[in-house]
């Protein structure tokens, strides 16, 4: 078996690992010096009996989305959780799986701090949003959200099982599974315990700039070896863009001072211009002169789903937990999120959804 197999080999170990379920795993001479040795020396050996209870739990559930991110900080838990949100809005039943164990922002992002987990007769019950959107995350177990996660490998990949067999979502046409940055010890767990189950693919969210792409290819690399499918890159904070009205006006005076100018503006457009208040404004943030998303996607040969601008106000949709969608307050990301969404589902998934797959 070939370094880089996921089935058997995690994605960085070192040159001839003798493969996790070897009865030499963390022990031979090739296994030193390797960041997952001690896991690897102690984990149980053969066919893993728990794989057979996730089967049957996700049996319910039509579609899986993973949503990954090469990088941190590119909005991908926003996605997420709009993502979940506009598929509710359309009827769907959602589930949102928040796999990132250390970082579990989902619960603020959805409006559900504080809400804890429940167990019935039938296992976990996931915290609601609404009777068609569930969320479960590991920030429903802490009892101080300041509280630090400081867990090794093992626990991690524990306890994302335990979300997996445990948790009862019931009758779902979406799991939207946010996971955490890069391609460790969570990633190869969740494709690994749901290979059998059926997984439609990830969603890659990155931002404009060199310095994301870069690691956001790594992500790539890793789908393709897991044998992941990518349905499509998102490219995120692509420029801010906001009504011209909303912005706030400065001055730089000869000493260096910045001078407020914000009411004279507005009261110069709305009486000389007040068509201008209209305008939507747009500029760059992130450096994209190398083709940004787009051009990666092409050379790499997979879809490219679309832009979302840096919208302050999608900002503080996410910070407030609730659905950018449910107002006209976030017209400029909202419309392009929409966009995003519907060809995500007319390239993936309306036909199986109405053939009942």
Known sequence: MENGDYKDVPENANEHCPGTQSESAGKSDACKGCPNQEACATAPKGPDPDLVTIVERMATVKHKILVLSGKGGVGKSTFSAQLSYSLAAMDFQVGLLDIDICGPSIPKMLGLEGQEIHQSNLGWSPVYVESNLGVMSIGFMLPNPDEAVIWR???????????????????????????????????????????????DGAIVVTTPQQVSLIDVRKEVSFCKKVGLKVLGVVENMSGLCQPLSVFRFMRTTETGEQKDMTEWILSYMKEKAPEMLDVVAYTEIFDSSAG????????MGIPFLGKVPLDPQLCKAAEEGRSCFSDDKCRVSASALKMIIDKLLAQQMISRIEDGA
Request: overall charge negative.
């Open 153 to 199: 490998g093992p626990r991690k990949n524990g306890l994302i099982k335990q979300f997996l067999k445990d948790v009862y979502w019931g009758e779902l046409d979406f799991l939207v599974i946010d996971a955490p940055p890069g391609t460790s010890d969570e990633h190869i767990s969740i494709v690994q315990f749901l290979q059998a189950t059926g997984i």
């Open 292 to 299: 940004g998303a787009g051009r990666m996607c092409s050379e």
